[in-house]
């Protein structure tokens, strides 16, 4: 117990730069701290004024309580430590140099050392109070789902055909896709017609050729794992000289046709009607 004794100064308890120590920094009393001014109250006890065994008793009895409470709190964390296996997580750590950098992984398993937990990630150990933030795996899915950021509107003019392309997100992680279906309104396009380089999808041109003037919703929908569907980001505006809505490229006007028969002159009919009369 000697050593738990420091040296006293003009009534003052001299400190070293102990872990105790830099708590008690922080306005922190730990249990060893507490330890040593106990111990040091009683050495250095005014002999004609010594503490009674009652006020030794109770404070010891604080001490226990302090004691007791700070095991509880070492049995909690402990416990949190080992239902992070499995979760997603970011450590924060700090080098000699001061300099604080972010870790994040899956904690493979938690180890036990001198009563303390540390978590694996990615095969090194880190100790529990280094623990910054426990990410949802659902959090996870979903940012590394593929998608489309931003609205995009496509241009098929028939004047100067060319074939149409965007730009999307292809995913990341467990998620990422690598093949895409299109579907323009409620028409499926062939998979001949789509063509996949990296982030970017074109669409052929002759996809477009008899499709009337209007403006139409295209939809993508990706092969990842969860099939993400995107309906609402790509809009494609087709002008189509040749084509009007509801008509098809090669009708025949069947009313023109119609109009044309029946254009004759009825003078011319009726005298080749009368000559025949006279005869």
């Known amino acids: 117990m000697s050593d738990l004794i420091k040296s006293v100064t003009d009534g003052v308890l001299e400190q070293t730069k102990t872990a105790a120590n830099e708590k008690a920094s922080k306005n922190e009393l730990g249990k060893d701290a507490f330890l040593q001014l106990l111990v040091t109250q009683m050495k250095y006890q005014d002999p004609l004024k010594p503490n009674t065994d009652t006020e030794f008793i109770a404070q010891l009895a ?33 080098s000699k140099t001061g300099n604080t950098s972010y870790i994040s992984g899956r904690v493979d398993f938690v180890n036990m050392s001198g009563g303390k937990a540390q978590m694996s990630i990615d095969g090194n150990l880190y100790p529990i109070e280094q623990l910054d933030s426990v990410i949802d795996d659902t959090y996870i899915i979903e940012k590394g789902l593929p998608g ?5 509107t496509l241009d098929y003019d028939a004047e100067e055909p060319q074939d149409v392309s965007f730009t999307v997100n292809m995913g990341e992680g467990e998620t990422v896709a690598d093949d895409v279906a299109i579907m323009v309104d409620t028409t499926l396009l062939d998979s001949s017609l789509i063509h996949l380089s990296g982030n970017t999808i074109t669409i052929d041109k002759s996809a477009f050729e ?3 003037n209007g403006i139409y919703k295209v939809t993508v929908v990706f092969n ?22 509801g008509e098809e490229e090669g009708d025949t006007d069947e009313t023109d046709t119609v109009e044309d028969n029946t254009n004759s002159d009825p003078v011319d009919n009726q005298e080749d009607t009368t000559a025949e009369t006279n005869v």
Request: zero cysteines; a neutral charge; hydrophobic letters at 35%.
């Open 224 to 245: 990842d794992p969860l099939f993400t569907t995107v309906k609402d980001k790509v809009s494609l505006q087709v002008k189509n000289s040749t084509v009007e809505p």
């Open 210 to 212: 008899n499709a009337p």
């Open 62 to 94: 604080t001490f226990s309580q302090l004691e007791q409470i700070q095991n509880l709190g070492a049995i909690s964390t402990n416990t949190q430590a080992f239902g992070l296996v499995g979760k997603n997580v970011i450590v924060k750590t700090e």
């Open 148 to 152: 489309i950021k931003d609205p995009i």
